[in-house]
């Protein structure tokens, strides 16, 4: 089974300051790293994911972040965030594999402020 | 591309009354559905899992005889909550898989919002 923790629950940050969200994740086996944002009253969408290749990978809206095997972490990182980058991020890890499920973090609410 | 839809967007609902939740690919073939609970300011805890005219898979703790799914088509998976309390007052939200998305990627819906009185 595979476990995955946001220790923030909350992060408030200035516009155009950098931002990282935390992720840790647990898991006997090889996974696939997401990040998915979700704005209010709506469904998740996929900002960025790590499959396999390169640790660092790039998403939408500017965001990034950095697969580390050794410290089972997938950190979100955006050097400069927009007001318009307020909800709430989830981390979420599945197996490798077909047909396996995503687990989801509790979730990171992201507040930028003027 | 990989649009999936949800109907209602949001339902409010007498208590003891069955309440039918569409979620639909719009653009792909969805071999695979999820459907998730979210309750306000938590995350997404997995229902169940549909697999297109096959049973659904239901996670631990979740009553199928209370939340009935229906995969019966490669575009189309319905939720209904059958004889819903207050309790079950929640956010709904599906996803779903593609025939070629070997990368486990899903793609979710906007969700519905059911609330029972």
């Known amino acids: 089974a595979q476990s995955v923790t946001q220790l923030d629950s909350q992060v408030p940050v200035f516009e155009e300051a950098p931002v990282e969200l935390r992720c840790n994740y647990s898991s006997s086996v090889s996974v696939y790293l997401f990040w998915y944002v979700q704005y209010p009253n709506q469904g998740l969408q996929l900002l960025l994911k790590y499959l396999s290749g390169s640790t660092l990978v790039k998403g939408i809206n500017g965001f990034e972040a950095e697969f580390n095997k050794s410290q089972t972490s997938f950190h979100l990182r955006k050097p400069s965030v927009h007001i318009s980058d307020t909800a709430e991020y989830f981390c979420a890890v599945s197996c490798t594999g077909g047909g396996n499920k995503l687990t989801f973090g509790t979730g990171t609410q992201l507040k930028v402020e003027l | 591309g990989a649009v999936v839809s949800q109907h209602p967007s949001w339902v409010i609902c007498k208590s003891g009354t069955s309440v039918k939740i569409e979620c639909r690919s719009l653009d792909f073939q969805a071999t695979t559905m999820f459907w998730y609970r979210q309750f306000p300011k938590q995350s997404l805890m997995l229902m169940a899992t549909s697999n297109e005219g096959s049973k659904a898979t239901y996670e631990q703790g979740v009553e199928k005889d209370k939340f009935l799914i229906n995969h019966a088509s490669l575009t189309l998976s319905t939720l209904t909550v059958t004889s819903a309390h207050p309790e079950d007052s929640s956010f709904y939200i599906c996803?779903?898989?593609?025939?070629?998305?070997?990368?486990?990627?899903?793609?979710f819906g906007p969700g519905t919002r059911l609330t029972v009185l």
């Open positions: 996803s779903a898989r593609g025939q070629l998305a070997e990368y486990n990627e899903q793609f």
